[in-house]
């Protein structure tokens, strides 16, 4: 091995962010914001309302560009130069809070619709969908627990079964990251523990970031926890380690 090669790490991490701030007429949304996650990690973000989880995933995705710091996908994609289509395209996948789904379509047309992409919805159900497509779709609808539901109106669906759709939706279009914004927000204990196993389930093949303020569900995905405060990294660690840090249980727990 050459003596350059030895300090290399052995894969870049699937998202770089250092130095981001984003400033909103003159208030800092996000402050010197450094954060990487390993391919193949899942990371639970963490962090009182106004801390700037929000502001980073929109950062992450294009929709926001920060005023300074860098900002990569895989070491060579720099996010702070692209568009959300092309940065969606380049496989990284976000699931907003509120579900989106076509509630008049099945689950499947769905599915179907969200491989196509943002095309004409008549022009994609008419159209005849390959059956590796179909192969796609039926193991998703496993995955997120719907194959029972295939051919059922969306909405037709329980809170807790349309945010499983939306993922759902991301995961037809196979991104490498996927950001999910609060999904438990509203659902039964049980669909709680159900979306934690998902996740799971997901980040055997995915890298996945959650912002999450259900400690339960955050306990249960047993994972790193990084908890964000007025546009900075405050703690990172296992949740047991935030939660034990002082300047965390003053800023956020202890409210
Ligand atoms: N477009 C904008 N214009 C002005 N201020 C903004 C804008 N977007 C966000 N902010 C402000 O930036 C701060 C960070 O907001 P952000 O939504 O990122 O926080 P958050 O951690 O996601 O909060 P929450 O948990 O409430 O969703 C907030 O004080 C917010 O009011």
């Known amino acids: 091995m050459s003596a350059v090669s030895v300090d290399r790490p052995a894969r870049d991490p699937i998202l770089y962010l250092d130095g981001i701030s984003v400033t909103f007429d003159g208030f800092k949304a996000l402050n010197a914001l450094s954060l990487l996650l390993e391919p193949g990690e899942m990371r639970a973000i963490i962090g009182p309302n106004g801390a700037g989880k929000t502001t980073m995933m ?28 092309t940065i969606a395209r ?19 047309d769905n599915l179907v619709l969200a491989i196509a992409g943002p095309r004409d919805v008549f022009s994609t159900l008419f159209r005849s969908i390959k059956p590796r497509q179909i192969e796609r779709i039926d193991a998703v609808l496993e995955t997120v627990r719907l194959t029972a539901a295939r051919d059922r109106p969306a909405g037709d669906l329980s809170h807790g079964q349309k945010q499983w759709l939306e993922i759902g939706m991301l995961l037809v279009q196979e991104p490498e990251l996927l950001l999910v914004d609060e999904p438990v927000a509203g659902m039964t204990d049980l669909e709680t523990e159900a979306t934690a196993d998902l996740l799971r389930e997901i980040n055997k093949t995915r890298s996945v970031m ?10 249960a995905l047993n994972v790193k926890v990084t908890v964000l405060h007025e546009g900075s990294v405050l703690a990172e660690g296992s949740l047991d380690q935030v939660q034990s840090n002082e300047r965390v249980i003053e800023v956020y727990l202890g409210r």
């Open 58 to 85: 929109d950062v992450i995705t294009g929709k926001t560009r920060p005023q300074k710091g860098t900002a990569r996908f895989k070491g060579n994609l720099d996010l702070t130069r692209h568009d959300e289509a």
């Open 210 to 219: 959650v912002v999450e303020h259900d400690m339960t569900f955050v306990r």
């Open 90 to 108: 380049a496989g990284i996948g976000r699931k907003f809070q509120k579900p989106t789904v076509f509630e008049n379509h099945t689950v499947f």
